[in-house]
């Protein structure tokens, strides 16, 4: 079935560093993937999405391309910010299908 | 406007009893959605509803799960004989619909459930 893997946190980083939180997949044909966010004590919120092989999206400063060939949709930020601790989830929606299949979930710790 | 509420945020039930959790859904949207957040298991996908369609049950995980969509807007999860293994936080969301263009999911806070 479909299945979404990323990399374990927590992730611990100083503020301005670099930040990359691996996803890849496993899903038949040729689904839409996104990145989530839980900030403490709120509800998931969408951060980004990409529709189709080599898309791009982007908001708040963070970024992931739709790799096909890689089966994978790595999000990354140039310079963290205290304010992106959060919970961040990689998820996949199948085409014709509403349903989202998430990741575990990777916890980002960002200190000044 | 307001977003996706859900109640109780909290509960904290006994063995055995049976636990109605509500969703709101924001007003327009038609999908709604459940999914259960758990340690062991992440977040998994439970029920969809669609306008007036039969809903997508195929995330449920026992007959002692059920849902229902009252009139197309508030819905309600029910776990009948609860066991300690259904703790969990249960999130509610819903979109605009279903084709690619509205099917964005927002998603409420959670219902946190205890099972003692």
């Known amino acids: 079935g479909d299945s979404v893997t990323q990399m374990e946190g927590p992730v611990t980083l100083s503020e301005e560093a670099f930040l990359t939180i691996n996803c890849t997949y496993t899903?038949?044909?040729?689904?839409?993937l996104f990145w989530y966010v839980q900030y403490p004590g709120e509800g998931l919120q969408l951060l980004l999405k990409a529709t189709k092989a080599d898309d791009k999206g982007s908001n708040k400063g963070f970024e992931a391309t739709y790799r096909k060939e890689t089966t994978s949709f790595h999000l990354e930020k140039g310079s963290v910010q205290v304010s992106d601790s959060a919970v961040y989830f990689c998820?996949?929606?199948?085409?014709?299908?509403?349903?989202?299949?998430f990741g575990t979930g990777t916890r980002l710790l960002v200190s000044p | 406007g307001a977003g996706v509420s859900q109640s109780p945020s909290n509960k904290v039930t006994e063995k055995g009893k049976d636990v109605e959790l509500r969703c709101d859904p924001i007003?327009?949207?038609?999908?709604l959605y459940w999914y259960r957040q758990s340690l062991g298991q992440g977040l998994e996908f439970l029920i969809y509803f669609q306008g007036n369609s039969a809903p997508d049950k195929s995330g449920l995980p026992s007959d002692r799960f059920s849902a229902e969509r009252t009139g197309g807007s508030v819905s309600t999860l029910t776990i009948q004989r609860t066991q300690q293994e259904d703790s969990a936080v249960y999130l509610c969301a819903s979109s605009l619909g279903s084709t690619d263009r509205y099917n964005e999911q927002f998603f409420g806070p959670g219902t946190r459930l205890t099972v003692l």
């Open positions: 998820a996949l929606r199948r085409t014709g299908f509403q349903k989202l299949v």
């Open positions: 899903a038949t044909g040729y689904p839409s």
């Open positions: 007003s327009g949207h038609t999908a």
